[in-house]
């Protein structure tokens, strides 16, 4: 395992940098080999279970995601975040969502509510909702960094916009069916938000 070390403290951050990038293959393929199956706008990233092969590589995704968390977690740690404060609880929140979610595959468009499909979506809620808070407390307590503060003030204000798009989905007559372009803004802050993460622990460690 690579280290990077500062002043005896180690962070292990070659790995949840490959955590990161190795979760976006399985999705990417996904988005590439359901082309006129799915629809990015209307149809969420978890509906892709119901494509050949796409309950095995989501899986790979949200798994690898959340081993990545959490050895970002484990570095900021590390570098002095208290493992027992609202932060550390914020970030295994998300870790546990991501598990959970792809644990319990949701419902396909238009059914009735599973007892899965609800933990699904109770676990989407909280692990969207984390991840955005505790980034901003980290930017704020612990690490001054104006990108991980961005990143988290644009990834809370994307999943409120992805929450409230689901009226469209359970209100009929509500209005366009968007959620899953919500969605996708939302993934992709929430990756920036990660990687802009795994950047400021590395440059603390570096300078410190």
């Known amino acids: 395992m690579v280290e990077i070390r500062g002043n005896g403290r180690t962070a292990v951050l070659p790995p949840v940098l490959v955590g990161l990038v190795l979760s976006l293959f399985p999705i990417a393929y996904l988005h590439v080999s359901s082309v006129g199956e799915l629809s990015p706008i209307t149809h969420t990233v978890s509906d892709y279970i119901f494509v050949d092969n796409g309950s095995a590589l989501l899986a790979v995704t949200a798994m690898s995601l959340a081993a990545a968390s959490v050895g970002l977690l484990v570095a900021l740690v590390r570098s002095g975040l208290p493992r027992q404060g609202p932060v550390a609880l914020l970030m295994g929140l998300w870790s546990a969502g991501l598990a959970v979610a ?3 595959p949701t ?3 238009g059914t009735p509510t599973s007892f899965s499909g609800a933990v699904h979506r109770y676990a989407g809620a909280v692990m969207f909702t984390s991840l955005p808070l505790a980034g901003w407390l980290i930017s704020r307590t612990f690490i001054p960094s104006t990108t991980v503060r961005r990143f988290s003030l644009a990834a809370g204000f994307a999943s409120v916009a992805f929450m409230l798009s689901h009226v469209a989905v359970v209100g009929p007559g509500s209005g366009a069916v968007v959620l ?8 992709a802050l929430l990756y920036g938000l ?3 993460l795994t950047s400021a622990v590395l440059r603390r460690e570096v300078t410190s």
């Open 102 to 104: 792809a644990v319990f």
């Open 107 to 109: 419902d396909p468009t």
């Open 180 to 187: 899953g372009l919500f969605e996708r803004v939302l993934f």
């Open 194 to 196: 990660l990687f802009a």
